[in-house]
């Protein structure tokens, strides 16, 4: 549904905000004959079921049509998937937590807890960067963490390839509060002054340079309160002025869905999508979410992550699981774009030519090439020396 604006051409303000025209919106339903491959739907959010369709990942087609899919879900669709089972072994989930949880003490040792973004300060507990910091706590983990076919093609399916990965865990004890209704990075975390004042189009851009996605750590039935969705509702034109409105967030409570996780399921959703985490209610359950915030290789991503530091970190491992065999290519290829900065730009073009087309050689590409040609984790450091070099001259 496209969404003209009453008030100022080309803008939206809060006028142009209507609460009918955003209830039609959320009416919608999910037809399955418009997710073939989902196994289920439920609550309007179609469900797949990965272990019947990761073997599609590995073939160029059927991949390119879930894929498609899934795009069209995130853009006109619900505006939010369940991959379930996205991990086959939860081991890895397992030794990741561990490592999370000596962080998030040494964190609270060293720093007083960190700041929530929804939440008091050591209400919750959140690492920031939990991308980087996995990578330094054990390269061996973050490898098999983040070789992942299925978390790979939902990121590609929305934004394209290069994408940057960055990730912040979300520990929520029992009694935590939930958050109020919001729309995400990049519009989304402006004040709503600040929002008004980019173009219409620009609203329209804003949710396809972000894609919102978290890797369940345990069980998480309803009372442990996984995040309240609005399906359908990032098609809404003004969605970043209007969400802030109390009759909207009042509709939201009205409307809003949930959806139990097991350990190993991954949800994605569209950052423009209503929504909000909810309240953990049950007595004992401690909600362990990974948050995966993936940008556009186009787009700035929330954090800055020291690439270089986590490719010399990750290539010994790297090194280890092809020649054991212990990861597919497919599953490294995961890893590398999780960890490898795979967009050329911004560089020094004049130290930094193109090489062989239209723009230098990539760090992912240096990456995957010295894998293949297995150069020592020696040589491959000061060939990202080399590269990050030219880049700030």
Known sequence: MTYSPKTTPGYYDPDSCDLQDFTALIDQTTSAKDVPHASTIQKNVPIYEMNDL???????????????????????????????????????????????MKIIEDEK?????????????????????????????????????????AIAAASEAWLGPNYQMTAQVNLVHPGGAAQQAHRDYHLGFQSADISMSYPAHVHDLSPVLTLQGGIAHCDMPLESGPTKLLPFSQSYGPGYTAWRRDEFRALFEERYVQLALNKGDTIFFNPAIFHAAGANTSEGIHRFVNLLQVSSAFGRALEAINRDKMCKLTFPSAQRAKAS???????????????????????????????NGLAPQTQAACFHAALQAETSPEAFGKQLDKMSAVKRA
């Open 54 to 100: 990761r073997a599609a990942l590995l073939q160029d087609q059927p991949r390119k049509a879930l894929m498609a899919e899934w795009a069209q879900v995130l853009r006109t669709g619900a505006g939010v998937m369940v991959l379930k089972n996205s991990y086959t072994d939860t081991t890895v989930l397992d030794q990741a937590t561990d490592l999370y």
């Open 109 to 149: 040792q060293r720093l007083g807890g960190a700041a929530d973004h929804f939440a008091a300060a050591g209400a919750n507990d959140r690492v920031w960067n939990s991308l980087q910091k996995l990578c330094e706590a054990s390269p061996d983990v973050f490898l098999k963490y983040f070789a992942n076919t």
């Open 325 to 355: 065999n212990t990861l597919s290519e497919a599953e490294l290829a995961a890893a590398i774009a999780a960890t490898a900065e795979g967009y050329s730009f911004p560089t020094n073009l004049d130290l930094d030519p193109p090489t």
